[in-house]
């Protein structure tokens, strides 16, 4: 199964695997899956790193480089994907978030997130 990452999800896999639920770190180390990063966290990161936030303290190069390294799969973001979001229902107010959404709907991937307010989609969203 191909599984896309929400931000948090990323961070706390590549630094702090123990706020992983246990649902969580069993689909990330289920070899049969393969792991998705959006374009659209990285640059979530950078932003929200450089407002001075203390959860997105990470360099997002060395993320992105260490997401490689470790057998995920980039997903950049094309404007297929920016201009389905203006058909997602307004549950979640997060760009970033409702990015993830509309290139998990058109990839055909299930998004991973621990936001319950995300999980709300219909849709390919799993909240674990």
Do not use: C
Request: zero cysteines; proline letters at 5%.
């Amino acid at each position: 199964m191909k599984l896309l990452l929400d931000t948090h999800l990323l961070l706390w896999a590549a630094g702090q695997p123990s706020r992983l639920s246990a649902s969580a770190r069993k689909l990330l180390n289920d070899p049969r899956n393969e792991l998705l990063f959006s374009a659209a966290s990285l640059w979530e990161i950078a932003i929200k790193k450089t407002l001075g936030r203390e959860d997105f303290r990470v360099e997002p190069r060395l993320l992105r480089r260490g997401l490689l390294d470790n057998g995920y799969t980039e997903l950049p973001i094309s404007s297929e994907h920016a201009v389905s979001i203006d058909s997602l229902p307004l549950l979640h107010k997060d760009p970033f978030d409702r990015m993830l959404l509309a290139q998990a709907l058109h990839e055909g991937v299930t998004l991973l997130t621990s936001d319950a307010q995300l999980a709300r989609y219909a849709g390919p969203v799993r909240k674990v």
